[in-house]
């Protein structure tokens, strides 16, 4: 028989996960657990409320003691399959699905689940066998839409889907919730891979972003378009793309195998050609463009209104005009190379080119944070006119 404390804490647990209130809901759990440490169902909230959260660690740890006090708990075998699944594993995340629906045959998340980690072995047959299961308990689930468009872009055979037959399925899931920003990422995929169609990529891209600022995934997918977009990014990953491309040149030779001839006369001069370019790349490029990126969707979130996410020391900049953003980051690029060019010297002892390098870097930064600075000066005094003039507009005194 609970305490009337305990029943209370019950109560609120409930209402935390019902209402989505992960962090608050894994406190209670906790509480709960040090009064019954044995309850595997307790473990498998507190393991949920982890997974929520992102710490898939802690949520592994518990859903694995709910499965050794409750080894026939098939939800505890779902989420941690799940779990497993966003840590990347896999093939044990595929293992705990199929225990889940060994152990509940009747329950349709299990099957969808199975059937989205098939298509992650590009498994359409047995894929399909699994939708077909879950179409038969649920038939109006709206993910069974998403899964037959995923078999269908993947199956060459009677389920294959042309794109537009796709992007039918994914406007059908916007019909039925506008507010799907899954659909609208799948959208421009489609419309970015298959149509090459980047205008209507991003606008959906955009979409997604908007409608779930904070989803990792949505930023990323976003970020990964503009890459191919956007100059600045570009430049910055020339080398790694042009690294990539040579290795897919090598993977052609190996499938082709006529070329490997001539690869084998320039392999010593491909492998160290390939890791210096590489070692170039995330020495010189790679923190410039991370940092790039990290401004260019802070600007995005800017303009949908969505600058409250970021929080902490470097909050504040996301808060000044975008050019002297732009300046700060160039002056970063400069003085970022500048330091490696400093630490080549000291080591090789090339004292006039790396004072010539020193110099120009220095006259750049210098130039660029007075552009930068001139370009604040600019946005500061056209914002001052506008205002001006939107107060005379409105100003009853001076309107005729």
Not at 29 to 43: N, V, W
Not at 95 to 114: G, K, T
Not at 277 to 282: K, T
Not at 300 to 318: C, D, N, Q, S, V
Request: glycine residues 4%; proline residues 4%.
């Amino acid at each position: 028989m609970l305490s009337d404390d305990a029943a209370s804490l019950r109560q609120q647990l409930d209402h935390f996960l019902t209402s989505k209130q992960w962090a608050r809901g894994s406190e209670v759990a906790g509480q709960l657990l040090t009064r019954e440490p044995d309850s595997a169902l307790l473990h498998h909230q507190l393991g949920y409320t982890y997974f929520q959260l992102g710490q898939l660690e802690a949520a592994e740890k518990h859903l694995k003691q709910a499965i050794s006090l409750e080894p026939e708990m098939d939800v505890a075998f779902q989420t941690l399959s799940y779990t497993y699944w966003k840590m990347g594993r896999l093939g044990i995340a595929e293992d705990h699905a199929r225990v889940a629906v060994s152990l509940d045959p009747d329950d349709e998340e299990n099957w969808i689940l199975s059937a989205y980690l098939c298509l992650q072995f590009d498994d359409s047959k047995q894929a399909l066998f699994c939708i077909e299961k879950a179409a038969a308990i649920q038939p109006e689930d709206e993910r069974l839409i998403d899964l037959r468009a995923l078999v269908g872009a993947i199956d060459e055979g009677e389920e294959k889907l042309s794109p537009e037959e796709q992007i039918a399925a994914y406007e059908l899931l916007l019909s039925k919730n506008p507010e799907d920003d899954y659909a609208h990422s799948k959208l421009g995929e489609i419309y970015f891979n298959e149509l090459k169609n980047p205008a209507k990529a991003e606008e959906h891209f955009r979409q997604a972003l908007f409608l779930d600022p904070a989803d990792q995934a949505n930023q990323t997918r976003l970020i990964h378009f503009l890459r191919q977009r956007d100059p600045m990014l570009r430049i910055l990953w020339a080398p790694f793309d042009f690294g990539m491309w040579i290795l897919g040149l090598c993977e052609t030779a190996w499938r082709l195998k006529w070329p490997l001839i001539i690869l084998f006369f320039c392999a010593k001069f491909l492998i160290i050609g390939i890791a210096a370019l590489f070692l170039v790349f995330f020495t010189l490029f790679w923190p410039m463009a991370k940092i790039y990126e990290w401004l260019t969707l802070a600007e995005i979130h800017k303009k949908m209104g969505k600058i409250t996410l970021y929080r902490g020391p470097f909050a504040r900049i996301h808060h000044l005009p975008f050019s002297f953003r732009w300046g700060i980051f160039i002056t970063i690029i400069i003085s970022f190379w500048s330091f490696i060019a400093w630490i080549w010297n000291k080591q090789h002892n090339q004292n006039v080119f790396v004072e010539w390098i020193a110099l120009l870097c220095s006259g750049g930064a210098t130039l660029l944070i007075l552009t930068s600075w001139s370009l604040m000066l600019r946005d500061w005094w056209r914002k001052k006119r506008r205002d001006k003039k939107n107060k005379i507009l409105h100003d009853p005194e001076t309107t005729p």
